[in-house]
């Protein structure tokens, strides 16, 4: 069963930026559609941004302009590039396979990446 490993999290200034990688092992990736969740405090798990197997890209409109989704299926990584950082982003990320998520079969989900946001 395919399994994630998210890093790259920590403190990150307002305005600032951060990068943060997914790498997916012991399943199918390269047909797969790939997104990045954030859970923040007292909230449920939702999308934030997704790729899918031809690099095509879809944002959530909070961070439209701001993150930018990308993929390399020769390392099984797909990156989330956060730029223009707001104290709303604050959260843990992780990140799975789209359409298991959305037909509620997805894989466990990983330990994810903590995001923190100051002013």
């Known amino acids: 069963q395919v399994q994630f490993v998210e890093s790259g999290g920590g403190w990150g200034q307002a305005g600032g930026s951060l990068t943060l990688s997914c790498q997916a092992s012991g399943g199918t990736f390269s047909p797969n559609a790939i997104g990045w969740y954030r859970q923040a405090p007292g909230k449920e798990r939702r999308l934030v941004a997704l790729i899918d197997s031809g690099a095509n890209t879809e944002y959530a409109a909070s961070v439209k302009g701001r993150f930018t989704i990308s993929r390399d299926n020769t390392k099984n990584t797909v990156y989330l590039v956060m730029n223009s950082l707001k104290p709303e982003d604050t959260g843990v990320y992780y990140c799975?396979?789209?359409?298991?998520?959305?037909?509620?079969?997805?894989?466990?989900w990983g330990q994810g990446t903590q995001v923190t946001v100051s002013t």
């Open positions: 799975n396979v789209f359409r298991a998520v959305l037909t509620g079969t997805a894989p466990p």
